[in-house]
């Protein structure tokens, strides 16, 4: 009985992690919405390679940097959420409960 409530618990607290995680998300789409708004309203790919490899313009370069801050951000909130249901105490003991037919 007690393992059930601590399932029951482990369940509700990963619950309220990965909402919490999820609930991030449309602010630092947003963020990399504006990042890319530095390169033209249809983000100039040529514009933001040339500033990349600018040795003289660090506004530009900053300005990249902010893009790829910003992608890094969004793959990590797309990548770990998945990945911190699956891993969770809660998953993996019915994980092992079930039986393979």
């Known amino acids: 009985m007690a393992d059930r409530i ?3 618990a482990d369940r509700s607290r990963w619950q309220r992690d ?3 995680h999820l609930e991030e998300f449309p602010r630092q789409y947003a963020a990399l919405e504006s990042a890319m708004g530095a390169f033209g309203g249809e983000f100039d790919m040529q514009q933001c390679k ?6 003289d313009d660090m506004e530009a370069y900053n300005r990249v940097q ?6 890094g ?8 959420s998945p990945m911190r249901a699956r ?5 993996r003991a019915r994980r092992s409960q079930s039986v393979d037919p």
Do not use: D, M
């Open 6 to 8: 601590s399932y029951k």
């Open 18 to 20: 990965i909402v919490r």
């Open 50 to 55: 040339e500033a990349f490899n600018t040795k």
């Open 66 to 71: 902010a893009v790829e801050r910003a992608v």
């Open 73 to 80: 951000r969004v793959r990590t909130l797309l990548l770990t």
């Open 87 to 91: 891993n969770s105490r809660y998953c």
